[in-house]
């Protein structure tokens, strides 16, 4: 069946440097991909998606593209603030879903010091 | 304008206890879903409605989970015979209709229901 595997945390990182999540994905077809964000105490919430390969997401700095020959959507952020520290989770929907189920990875906790 | 809320946002139950979990999603979602997430992992589909039709509940884990959205707004989870593994926090989300021809509508998620069972 389809998943996502996202590289095992915690990341910790100074403010201002760059910041890669690995996402690397199984399914069939024609995906779409997306990057949620749990803040601590708050709810998850979309941060940015692509469709379709070579799509590239962005939001709030951050950055993503849709890789199919090596099956990732690895995120990116070229300087970190504290107030990036949260949850990332990478996630899919299969192609064909009529649903629009998400598949997630197990998340990346991403903590930023000053 | 309101998000989606869920109540309670806490419960603890004794093994074997039934429990009923509260979703109310953003006002005219027509789509309504329910993810179930372990402490330290990344939420797990349960089930899917669209409007008062449940259309997916491949992901209910057992026959003592059974979901509801009888006027196709609130839902309401329900766990019955509670067991320790059922510990977890259960997100409800809602789009609106989950599906165009050409992309999948953003899911908004509630803060989720952290239950455990002891």
């Known amino acids: 069946g389809d998943s996502v595997t996202q590289m095992e945390g915690p990341v910790t990182l100074s403010e201002e440097a760059f910041l890669t999540i690995n996402c690397t994905y199984t399914?069939?077809?024609?995906?779409?991909l997306f990057w949620y964000v749990q803040y601590p105490g708050e709810g998850l919430q979309l941060l940015l998606k692509?469709?379709?390969?070579?799509d590239k997401g962005s939001n709030k700095g951050f950055e993503a593209t849709y890789r199919k020959e090596t099956t990732s959507f690895h995120l990116e952020k070229g300087s970190v603030q504290v107030s990036d520290s949260a949850v990332y989770f990478c996630a899919l929907i299969h192609g064909s879903s009529n649903t629009g189920k998400l598949i997630f990875g197990q998340g990346t906790t991403l903590q930023v010091k000053p | 304008g309101a998000g989606v809320s869920q109540s309670p946002r806490y419960k603890v139950a004794k093994r074997g206890q039934d429990v009923a979990l509260r979703c109310d999603p953003i006002s005219g979602h027509v789509s309504l879903f329910w993810y179930q997430q372990a402490l330290g992992q990344g939420p797990e589909f349960l089930t899917y409605f669209q409007n008062e039709a449940q259309l997916d509940k491949s992901g209910l884990p057992s026959d003592r989970f059974f979901a509801e959205r009888p006027e196709g707004s609130v839902s309401t989870l329900k766990i019955q015979r509670t067991q320790q593994e059922d510990s977890a926090v259960y997100l409800c989300?809602?789009?609106?209709?989950?599906?165009?021809?050409?992309?999948?509508?953003?899911?908004?998620f509630g803060p989720g229901t952290r239950l455990t069972v002891l």
């Open positions: 399914a069939t077809g024609y995906p779409s």
């Open positions: 989300a809602s789009s609106q209709i989950a599906r165009t021809a050409t992309y999948y509508n953003e899911q908004f």
């Open positions: 692509a469709t379709k390969a070579d």
